[in-house]
């Protein structure tokens, strides 16, 4: 079923898979990447009836289609689908992490005339546009596995510090939605960053290991 045209402000999610670019490298991977990202996203979509989604590639977009709700409402319930589809990810025998970044803002999507072998289906709209440049070269960089909300735009009428399982940045309301409650948050950030100390201690490792491999003469020394 085509997707109705809207026109108006909403709440949009700009989902990624993460390192899809390595994934591309043994094309069976990413075949089947996609086609899980594409059936547990289509679940979840269809089964909200406030949101809509377009699914593009190894992205998504995600929108609350329901302009009859409050801003908080519509925050609520696109968070809810992120969680889900984050974890049904997770779940497959090949897990898969996404990125994703959530703007408010006026979005505009048209169905249009179709040609033979052309589809004309416009995007338009500064959520679209801040989600999109969040995902793709926000600052700080967005990390695997995270979901963060950008403060710019957001409607006043909304108590985001109401929300469960928030952190407030510079720039973001970051949602952690792997953790149970608030209290889990600092016991997360701290494992996830020791993940990323490991990775470079690794490559620290495999340096020292080549350097004590080569033979003893300096193979710069000239005789």
Known sequence: MPIPAF?????????????FK?????RQDAIEALNVFYSKGYNIINDTKSLSGIMISDCAIIFVNDQSIS?????????KAIDKLNRELLKCPNPIMLTTSIAFGEFNYRNKIEFARII??????????????????GKPRIQPGECRILIKNLPADIDIHSFEKMKKTNKHWKYYWMVSSNDDIDEFEDAFNDSY?????GMLDALKAAIRKRPGSDPFLIV
């Open 22 to 26: 390595q994934l591309m490298k043994k």
């Open 7 to 19: 026109d108006g402000k909403t709440f949009l999610a700009f989902v990624d898979i993460s390192g």
């Open 120 to 137: 004309k289906n416009p995007i338009m709209g500064s959520s679209y546009i801040d989600a999109f440049y969040d995902n793709d070269s």
């Open 71 to 79: 801003c908080e409402q519509s925050l609520k319930i696109l968070l």
């Open 197 to 201: 100390q490991l990775k470079y201690r």
